[in-house]
């Protein structure tokens, strides 16, 4: 969620006074919220118990996969033609490929944190 407030944050100085963050700092941050969100999802999701290391590990791999993801989904905007060819329609296929590259990371994280439980029972 708190990459979509980005695009909001002139908004929000401008109705809550509320300073803008520094890009870098907002990385971070974004960085952690996902680390965080994903890692509290992996714990409380499986059925089967998770150790809290193997949990971490999924929120970092998923946070750093989320986050290159972006800077290559933002790399191909700033350079690709598909809104001059196609218009407001183009953007369906980016928003599919953005959907895609998310859940991807999503899993991945997933599979990361489950494998600390099948190495558990060996």
Known sequence: ???????????????????????VLGHVLTFLVVTVMMGLLYKILPSAPTRWQDVFLGGVSTAILFEISKMVLAGYLQFSTFETL?????AFPV?????????????????????GITHDDH
């Open 1 to 23: 969620i708190l990459p979509l407030l980005g695009p909001l944050q002139p908004l929000l100085l401008y109705l809550a006074h509320i300073p803008l963050l520094p890009p």
């Open 86 to 90: 196609y218009g407001a329609l183009g």
């Open 95 to 115: 928003f599919l490929l953005w959907l895609y590259m998310a859940w991807a990371s999503v899993l991945f994280g997933a599979e990361v944190a489950a494998a």
